[in-house]
């Protein structure tokens, strides 16, 4: 808008909707960061120095790639895209967070490589918006590929022993009661679901709400996960109408599974109890919830929007959970992030600073 336009009063100036959480983008990013650090102590103490080094090599590998991106636009007299490296650390946290606890080291620096380099720079630099969330893509591409490795037996050793994911779930029966409970045991009988110290033994529904020594490293504790959340996006503004009905949609879908698909003579209450903390607690849900998909250029601006885009990817999670892809939930994530241009024009009508 031109100063003549804003002078002549022919114009309603509107702020923009970030103006309003009361801090730049570096304080929200090193809040973010700070709220994540949480999570991470909270898992490093649940699955332990495996973690920390899943965090480090994460935040290691986005710094070497964020100092060689600024070195570049200094040599060639750029001005540099970040101001500082607090995009960049929340970027390598959440990588960290994201990893499968069993995956290879290689794979979590090779992830942060594509998260920094070509989903972080060269996607806002030169599309100058970030239509896709760096992240979750960079890891939808290491997961698809790693997968074809496995689905295909391209070859053995330790790629099909499960880095992004876990082959043998391709083979569960998660739309049975027989089939869900007899993989929930598998959970109880294959991983020591005690808390050290306090003494305290978990059947396997426990376990996936206060120490899953298993899966995603940012679910150690899924309490924690969802408390920590909470805090973020009440005090940093997150989208929180997003986070509410991605959560409440996974948490009705679950619960129409726990009522539908029975088994034997367990309860109908025990068998939706199970299927809640499988589906909404387990793995990426709850961190991807919170913290991915309330990324602000990804996702959609306006609110009835962002209860379509939560909706959207709890169901497409669900769906992929069912046949066994449990890594889906970072998929579903990428495909309603390209739905985010047709979520916002349906709804956004105005711009801001519109004529009267």
């Known amino acids: 808008m031109s100063e003549e336009g804003k002078k002549s009063g022919l114009y309603k100036v509107v702020n923009p909707p970030h103006i ?8 929200l990013m090193l809040k973010t960061f700070l709220m994540m650090s949480i999570i ?18 994460g935040l290691g590998t986005v710094l070497i790639v964020y100092s060689g991106v600024q070195s570049y636009q200094k040599w060639t007299g750029v001005e540099p895209t970040y101001k500082s490296p607090a995009s960049p650390m929340v970027a390598g946290m959440i990588v960290g967070l994201a990893m499968p606890i069993e995956s290879p080291y290689l794979v979590t620096a090779f992830v942060a490589f594509l998260t920094m380099f070509v989903f972080k720079y060269i996607q806002g630099r030169y599309l100058d918006h970030k239509y896709l969330n760096p992240v979750a893509t960079s890891k939808s591409l290491v997961l ?13 050793g330790v790629l099909r022993g499960g880095m992004i994911f876990h082959p043998h779930h391709y083979f569960d029966d998660m739309m049975s009661g027989e089939g869900f409970y007899e ?20 059947t396997s529904t426990q376990a996936h709400f206060f ?10 504790i899924g309490i924690v996960v969802l408390i920590v959340g909470a805090i973020a996006v009440y005090w940093l503004r997150y989208k929180w109408r997003i986070v509410v009905s ?7 879908l679950a619960g129409i599974a726990g009522l539908f698909w029975s088994y034997g003579e367990v309860s109908t209450g025990r ?51 069912l046949y066994g892809f449990l890594g889906g939930s970072i998929i579903a994530l990428v495909i309603m992030n390209m739905s985010t241009p047709l979520l916002d024009r349906i709804v956004l009508k105005k711009p801001y600073g519109h004529r009267e």
């Open 144 to 156: 698809l590929g790693l997968y074809s490795v496995a689905r295909f037996n391209l070859f053995d």
């Open 40 to 57: 991470a102590y909270a898992s490093v103490m649940v699955m332990g120095i495996a973690a920390l080094i899943h965090i480090l090599v």
């Open 246 to 252: 991605t959560l409440g949609t996974m948490l009705i």
């Open 271 to 321: 068998m939706i109890l199970m299927r809640i903390a499988f589906h909404v607690f387990s793995g990426s849900v709850l961190f991807m919830a919170f913290f991915m998909a309330t990324e602000p250029q990804s996702t959609p601006m306006p609110e009835f929007s962002q209860y379509i885009f939560g909706i959207g990817l709890a169901v497409l999670t669900f769906v992929f959970q």
């Open 211 to 220: 120490w899953q020594p298993h899966g995603w490293i940012g679910s150690g």
């Open 183 to 202: 993989m929930m045991g598998f959970f109880e009988t294959s991983f020591v679901n005690e808390i050290p110290l306090l003494g305290i033994e978990l």
């Open 20 to 27: 309003h959480i009361g801090f730049d983008k570096n304080e």
